[in-house]
């Protein structure tokens, strides 16, 4: 085994965790704001990635253009999914809110299914074949081009809840739910913002996550797991942690798959889930409670 | 009650054997769907991942038997033993640091898939390639052995889910039902009562590990053949606790009205698919996710407490 080899797919980890962390981070704002977990999440991926491989498949849409009208779609998706749906819920305990996510899973997961079918589909761009060689290093050129188009989406959103007004409101209304309400704010058409917003993330990296690997539906369950382990891991409702979790699970799942065996490369996650439940529960880059 | 239970002894007399396995497997859920309700319903601690228990017994038991011949009812006694020491691990784990809600959930997922990974890649029970027990002859009662015919299977079921109603509802009346119930609806006003809620806690854990482990090793020789991919797959653990949130949380009888009406309406929706000839993979589950999504904002207490209200019960 050389170095270079290690590098290599420790370098593909990294491009990967960036698109993962862009999905883990759509949970992430979710629960930090709503204070809701999406138990839909990983579903809600496929079904961008689905939308990305219709959009190409009868258009020709370049997955990388196809980012902005998913992008909105999914806003006004989630938007009305949280102002219709899970609104009501906010008030009802956790187990509540995980049986109305689940249903909602269990139908997209099947809805799914219904249309597309069980086999896998994918986009494939002739462009993106060849990679950069960088010395001994080999770049996968999808791999590159989605991470980068990941950083963008989180930085714009980093950006949004920074700077702008309504990314403000949006974070009172996270910090102190009854002081929001006092000062005048419409809590729960900030929610489904938020939820929109969460969801927009979600379009964006699934739209990316369709140029490195095949979609089917069962990977729903799959992702949402997976989205689970990068935010916990990074600090459930940190935004900084999810995109920092996320580049460590793809790095721990590249190396796990060299090291050991590629069909165990989960379980080196969700042992470093455990662990860190059980040794920092605010997770590797949350702030200490 | 007892009216009940004279009917449910005679099915096999009236029934023909899909409706026997149908009540079966709607006794099934309701046993695990009563262990479950222990941790949940009674002391308020939400597990996502008693798929865990269920694959844990079943091969437990089915390796005993398969590699040493050694029968089920004394394979019962280690699962049930593997299944409280891995519930109390995870207990102790998590109730040290104070760990709760959320986060305890997703401790219990990560736990279950943790060890669905571990035996894809176990090969002393098979790995991914499943563990398959020797089918006996149906027509011959081994009740030692727990082979034998559906009706064998059904009369074990029926026991074994009227032994854990019996043990439920002795629980939900004793002291630590009382204590549980008072950790689920303030666990810091009930610290401030002087119970030890760790130790509470912990009892509920270990209870409905070893109650879910019963039924684990009840799946392994009924179906005969065991896949990790399968038996410890979230979705197995959300099919146990769909049966007492539908029917009712924290009530004795919701975890059986809950399984027996999902059964039912899983049933129907079949039923309908194939008569409008809409057989087309993930209709039915869209169909059961519809329902589900009505109950759960209709009937947010669950069916069972807004029966009991109806009929003044």
């Known amino acids: ?289 | 009650m007892s009216g009940l239970f004279a009917l449910l002894l005679a099915l096999p007399y009236v029934a023909n054997s899909y409706v026997l396995s149908v009540a079966t497997l709607i006794l099934y859920f309701a046993l695990t769907g009563q262990a479950w309700n222990v941790m949940m319903g009674f002391a308020g601690q939400l597990s996502l991942g008693h798929s865990l228990y269920v694959g844990v017994g079943a091969y437990t038991a089915a390796a005993l038997f398969f590699h040493f011949g050694i029968g089920p009812w004394v394979g019962l006694w280690l699962a049930i033993l593997l299944c409280v020491a891995l519930g109390a691990t995870i207990g102790l784990l998590a109730f040290r640091v104070g760990i709760s809600g959320v986060y305890f959930a997703l401790l219990t997922i990560a736990f279950a898939e943790f060890t669905r990974i571990g035996f894809d890649h176990f090969n002393w029970v098979g790995a991914s390639g499943g563990l398959f027990i020797k089918v006996a002859q149906r027509e011959h009662v081994d009740l030692l052995n727990l082979r034998g015919t559906p009706v064998m299977f059904y009369y074990v079921m029926l026991c074994l889910a009227a032994g854990a109603f019996g043990v439920c509802s002795w629980l939900f009346r004793s002291r630590a039902g009382y204590y549980w119930q008072a950790i689920r609806e303030n666990e810091e006003a009930a610290q401030a009562l002087g119970i030890n809620t760790f130790r509470w806690k912990m009892l509920a854990v270990v209870i409905s590990a070893a109650m879910t482990a019963v039924a684990g090793v009840f799946f392994a020789f009924y179906y005969n053949s065991l896949f990790p991919e399968q038996i410890f797959h979230i979705s197995r653990s959300i099919e146990i606790i769909l049966g007492p949130i539908i029917g009712g949380l924290g009530t004795l009888f919701g975890p059986i009205l809950g399984a027996a009406l999902l059964a039912v309406l899983a049933d129907a929706i079949t039923e309908g698919l194939t008569l409008l000839r809409l057989e087309i993979p993930g209709v039915k589950q869209v169909f059961y996710g519809l329902c589900l999504l009505v109950v759960v904002i209709f009937l947010p207490h669950g069916i069972w407490p807004t029966i009991a209200r109806k009929l003044r019960l």
Not at chain 1, 40 to 50: D, N, P, Q, V
Not at chain 1, 69 to 96: D, K, S, V, W
Not at chain 1, 169 to 196: E, H, M, P, Q, S
């Open chain 1, 1 to 289: 085994m050389r170095i270079a080899d290690i590098l290599n797919l420790a370098l593909a980890g990294v491009l990967t965790g960036l698109v993962y962390g862009l999905m883990a981070l759509g949970l992430s704002v979710i629960f930090g704001v709503v204070r809701v977990v999406n138990f839909a999440h990983g579903e809600m991926m496929t079904i961008a990635m689905y939308g990305a491989v219709v959009l190409f498949a009868t258009w020709g849409l370049d997955p990388f253009l196809a980012v902005v009208p998913m992008a909105i779609a999914f806003f006004i998706f989630g938007y009305a999914l949280q102002a219709g749906l899970i609104n009501p819920f906010i008030t009802r305990p956790e187990h509540a809110q995980f049986m109305l996510l689940v249903a909602v899973a269990l139908i997209m997961v099947n809805g799914l299914l219904m249309i597309f079918g069980p086999n896998a589909r994918t986009v494939q761009l002739d462009r993106l074949l060849e990679s950069i060689e960088l010395g001994p290093l080999l770049i996968d050129r999808g791999k590159l081009y989605a991470a980068v188009v990941a950083c963008v989406g989180a930085g714009a959103l980093f950006a949004f809840f920074k700077f702008s007004r309504t990314g403000k409101a949006i974070r009172a209304c996270a910090d102190n739910y009854l002081g929001a309400k006092v000062v005048g704010l419409d809590v729960k058409r900030y929610y489904a913002l938020t939820f929109g917003l969460g969801s927009a993330c979600v379009a964006v990296a699934g739209c990316m996550m369709v140029l490195l690997v095949d979609v089917t539906p069962v990977l729903g369950p799959a992702y949402t797991l997976l989205a689970f382990v990068i935010v916990i891991v990074g600090g459930l409702g940190s935004m900084t942690g999810a995109l920092a979790g996320g580049v460590l699970i793809g790095v721990s799942e590249a190396l796990a798959g060299l090291f050991i065996t590629p069909s165990a490369k989960s379980m080196v996650s969700f042992g470093l889930l455990i662990l860190v439940l059980l040794f920092r529960p605010e997770g590797l880059f949350g702030k200490r409670r």
